[in-house]
């Protein structure tokens, strides 16, 4: 079979880089990261997670690309086109379908939150922001998730933005969008970690960042890290297999992934050196949790000096940043309803905006009108992340590693990674061996059902994995051919 056309190709040799990174770098860097690595010990946790990213963020994304490049389609069409290249059970385009709803049902519950960036954007120029404790600006806080029309209209704001720039397409929308707001974010950014420099609390925040105490080496810390690298890289959601289905042959998807992966982390370490002198300047609690960003450096940036400056570009860059990854999150859709279903983008783009709005509305009252309507113990909100974070993304993991390592027969991934027989090797052991078995544990831990501490039984966890090895290397022999180059 010759190899699919594409429709779409990035312009640019960086506009694969660029969307990805954009994509990859949102809330969970800015946010979520500083405040888990403040819960889970600082150092450690940084340690555990780059491990996570390094064994299995980068095979898994490396995987999606590939996969995405393969079909030249959204996931659903991208693993159909490699199922029938294979010869394969069309069923597999089922994991493509769940990606895709899973990055759709992020959008809906990341509109709210990345609604709360853009308000404080406004609410930091306009003197809202005014309270002189954190216990004030706890109450601006509530007061603004409260208020439904407030809280509904930054959250329909970001999701029209989002959708504009999706309609418009890949170039001339999402790529040109990224060309100016990434360099933009890196700008504020170190802009930022200049000021916390001298804020006289950098000494104390980057202790906390990137000291190491090994009683904080927990399994539990583990499977948060785990867990995250996933987030934060956007994985198991169709946002990075479609973005890869764009890019054009020759680039190699290896040393793209690595360039992601390692801006995605230069980030998030950037965010905490920004956020915690600040934090530790201000004599404030690093472990406040959620709230961090929201309820606490306001305070910080009224009692510096030029703060509101610093506040107006600290919440636009977060806002920046979350639209980028919102973006990625709704083009596998567009993507699918444009090529299945020959609907313009535009069209496509309408289609799926209506039912991102209402179920997005549906999130949004979760904070006040339809509080008290919590099924099961969760409310809507809730669902939507329980739903996504806990099944969809760590079983689409394991079914796209599975899919690769196992399904497929070797050449059509060989061909597409194009890498020396080691590096082949070692992307092929951690995709049969190494992958599944570490998300599985997530999975398991998360709901719960893992009865130990994987950490403390590390043995088992390795056991796991060599045996798994043996078996699979036994029975179909595939990685040691592959160290032979064969
Ligand atoms: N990676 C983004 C962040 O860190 C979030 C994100 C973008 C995402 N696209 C995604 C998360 C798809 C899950 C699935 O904030």
């Known amino acids: 079979m010759t190899r699919e056309k594409p429709k779409n190709l990035w312009l640019s040799r960086w506009g694969f880089i660029l969307a990805a990174t954009g994509s990859a770098v949102g809330l969970g860097n800015i946010w979520k990261f500083p405040y888990i690595t403040g819960e889970y010990g600082g150092g450690a946790f940084v340690l555990m997670y780059l491990a996570c990213i390094l064994a299995i963020g980068i095979p898994v994304m490396m995987t999606e690309i590939a996969i995405g490049r393969r079909g030249r389609g959204s996931p659903i069409d991208a693993i159909g086109r490699a199922v029938r290249e294979n010869g394969g059970n069309p069923l597999w385009k089922g994991v493509g379908g769940m990606a895709m709803m899973a990055g759709f049902l992020i959008l809906c519950f990341y509109v709210v939150v990345a609604g709360w960036a853009f308000a404080y954007t406004v609410k930091m120029l306009d003197g809202s922001l005014a309270a002189t404790s954190v216990e004030g600006l706890a109450q601006v806080f509530e007061a603004h998730n409260a208020n439904p029309w407030q809280l509904g209209s930054w959250s329909v704001l970001v999701a029209l933005l989002t959708l504009w ?37 950098f000494d104390e925040g980057f202790a906390f960042l990137f000291s190491f105490d090994t009683s904080k080496l927990t399994g539990e810390a583990l499977l948060a890290a785990l867990g995250h690298a996933f987030f934060t890289l956007s994985l198991a959601s169709g946002a990075i297999l479609t973005y890869g289905s ?210 403390q039984r590390w043995y088992w966890i390795a056991g796991a994995i060599g045996l798994l090895t043996v078996l699979g290397e036994g029975l179909r022999p595939r990685v040691m051919p592959a160290l032979a180059g064969r």
């Open 165 to 201: 720039i999706v309609a418009k397409g890949v170039q001339a929308g999402i790529e040109r969008a990224v060309r100016w707001m990434m360099p933009g974010l890196a700008v504020m950014l170190v802009v930022l970690v200049g000021y916390a420099f001298t804020s006289g609390g």
């Open 246 to 455: 764009y890019i054009p042959d020759g680039q190699s998807i290896a040393r793209t992934t690595f360039m992601v992966a390692i801006a995605d982390t230069c980030v998030a370490l950037l965010a905490g050196l920004a956020i915690f002198p600040i934090i530790f300047a201000n004599g404030m609690d690093p472990t406040a949790g959620p709230g961090l960003i929201f309820m606490s450096l306001p305070l910080a940036f009224q009692q510096m000096p030029f703060g509101t400056a610093f506040g107006v570009l600290f919440f636009a860059m977060v806002s920046i940043a979350a639209l980028t990854s919102a973006i990625s999150m709704i083009e596998a859709t567009v993507a699918y309803l444009n090529e299945k279903h020959g609907i313009s983008r535009f069209k496509a783009a309408i289609g799926a905006g209506t039912v991102l709005l209402i179920i997005s509305m549906l999130a949004m009252l979760s904070f006040n009108l339809m509080a008290g309507w919590t099924p099961l113990g969760k409310n809507f909100f809730d669902w939507l992340d329980y739903l996504t974070s806990r099944w969809m993304m760590p079983l689409g993991g394991i079914f796209i590693v599975v899919f690769a390592g196992y399904a497929l027969r070797c050449e059509i991934m060989r061909d597409e990674l194009d890498l020396p027989p080691l590096g082949y090797a070692l992307w092929l052991f951690m995709v049969r061996y190494v992958c599944p078995v570490l998300i599985l544990m997530v999975f398991l831990h998360a709901l719960g059902w893992l009865g130990f501490d994987p950490l």
